[in-house]
């Protein structure tokens, strides 16, 4: 009998030790140009002002999960805005943007600061890092004449870097640049 009860307790265990993961919610564009997914619930916004050469409002995701802030943004620009320019250029200018001024390198740790391919389409990949071990990650893409921005911060725990990751990695695009 003790034997059966301790085995039922080591068959139990890694259930009770196991974290109930967060609700995640799956978020398509209205024009189906792209999924992702992101904590539950992600509120949507539209943005009213534009700013030179966009085509539209930015339309934007917000979501929070354990005190972290998962974003998500794209806007579309006039046609021609990137795609007659290096789109790696202007991939890296838009990815970086005032990333020193707002993280200077003295007091932040630069992780990951490169560029980046998403379904063959240009990016650029900023990941910052505090003293304390603590992250904030930026993605951005172009696709033909839009901007795709997603943005992440985490601890400095395996917990917090799993859903960031997993938040990052979820984009998928509607279109593959070959």
Do not use: N
Not at 16 to 36: H, M, N, S, Y
Not at 61 to 77: L, P, Q
Not at 141 to 154: E, F, G, H, N, P
């Amino acid at each position: 009998m003790k034997r059966r009860l301790l085995v039922l307790a080591l068959l139990c265990a890694p259930l009770a030790v196991r974290a109930e993961p967060a609700d995640w919610q799956t978020v398509v564009g209205r024009d189906l140009k792209f999924r992702l997914e992101m904590p539950a619930p992600a509120k949507e916004t539209t943005a009213g002002e534009t700013e030179k050469g966009h085509a539209g409002a930015r339309i934007a995701w917000a979501s929070k999960h354990d005190d972290e802030m998962f974003d998500f943004d794209y806007v579309d620009y006039q046609p021609g805005w990137f795609s007659s320019h290096d789109s790696k250029e202007m991939a890296r200018d838009l990815g970086r943007g005032d990333a020193e001024k707002a993280f200077p390198r003295a007091k932040y740790k630069y992780v990951l600061d490169e560029p980046v391919t998403l379904q063959g389409w240009d990016g650029y990949a900023l990941d910052i890092e505090d003293a304390e071990g603590a992250v904030v990650m930026m993605r951005t893409y172009i696709v033909k004449d839009r901007l795709y921005r997603m943005l992440v911060t985490a601890k400095y725990d395996t917990t917090t870097r799993a859903a960031a990751k997993r938040f990052l990695d979820s984009l998928r695009l509607s279109e593959t640049r070959k």
